[in-house]
């Protein structure tokens, strides 16, 4: 059975205090990796997908990166803007997310 | 519309009555996903449709929830009888892709409180 989980459940930072989320997983053929993100009252957002180990993908202060069991969502001098839960998914043998319970993020001024 | 739209946006009901929550895809999405997210909780997957045909229902939690997409494009997901345990956020998500679905367009959910 896939399984995500994601660690810590929640993290409080200061603006510019750069840090890290994990998302640790294991699945079945992996075929695609996802960080989104939610807002409060919202449905997630898309952020980013990575397919292998050693993959990296970057968005503004926002970077994913990937090794064969975990991913890493690297936050890099964080807004307030940045608060929301960030959400990491498997995808395996079939066409459904199987979805961490999140990392809700708090950037405080 | 620009996104996926889901109505109603809050539904209370009773213990016992049906329920049927609207999906509105974004215009010419291939696939249609319904996930549950439960307070606290990470989307768990309910049913997924491949244009109109059904290609996976096996995490719907019970015979009581039935989903339909009849021609295609406005997915319907019904709760007969609800329990108290199926209160929680109904989302639906879209994608342009018939496979490798994992980049999804979400809709803002229709939160179902049962009392």
């Known amino acids: 059975e896939d399984q995500v989980t994601q660690s810590p459940e929640a993290l409080r930072l200061q603006e510019g205090e750069s840090s890290s989320l994990n998302c640790s997983y294991t699945?079945?053929?992996?075929?695609?990796l996802f960080w989104y993100r939610q807002d409060p009252g919202k449905g997630p957002e898309f952020l980013f997908t990575?397919?292998?180990a050693g993959e990296e993908k970057e968005k503004e202060r926002l970077k994913a990166t990937l090794t064969k069991k975990e991913s890493f969502l690297h936050i890099t001098a964080p807004k307030p803007e940045d608060s929301a839960t960030y959400l990491c998914?498997?995808?395996?043998?079939?066409?459904?997310?199987?979805f961490g319970k999140g990392t809700k993020l708090t950037v405080n001024p | 519309g620009a996104g996926v739209s889901q109505s109603p946006r809050y539904k209370v009901a009773k213990r016992g009555q049906d329920v049927a929550l609207r999906c509105d895809p974004i215009?010419?999405?291939?696939?249609l996903f319904w996930y549950q997210q439960a307070l606290g909780q990470g989307p768990e997957f309910l049913t997924y449709?491949?244009?109109?045909?059904?290609?996976?229902k096996s995490g719907l939690p019970s015979d009581r929830f039935f989903a339909e997409r009849p021609e295609g494009s406005v997915s319907t997901l019904k709760i007969q009888r609800t329990q108290q345990e199926d209160s929680a956020v109904y989302l639906c998500?879209?994608?342009?892709?018939?496979?490798?679905?994992?980049?999804?367009?979400f809709g803002e959910g229709s939160r179902l409180t049962v009392l």
């Open positions: 998914a498997v995808q395996g043998g079939s066409e459904k997310l199987v």
């Open positions: 998500a879209s994608s342009f892709r018939g496979q490798n679905t994992g980049e999804l367009f």
């Open positions: 449709f491949q244009n109109e045909a059904q290609l996976d």
């Open positions: 215009s010419g999405h291939v696939s």
């Open positions: 699945v079945s053929g992996l075929r695609g």
């Open positions: 990575l397919y292998s």
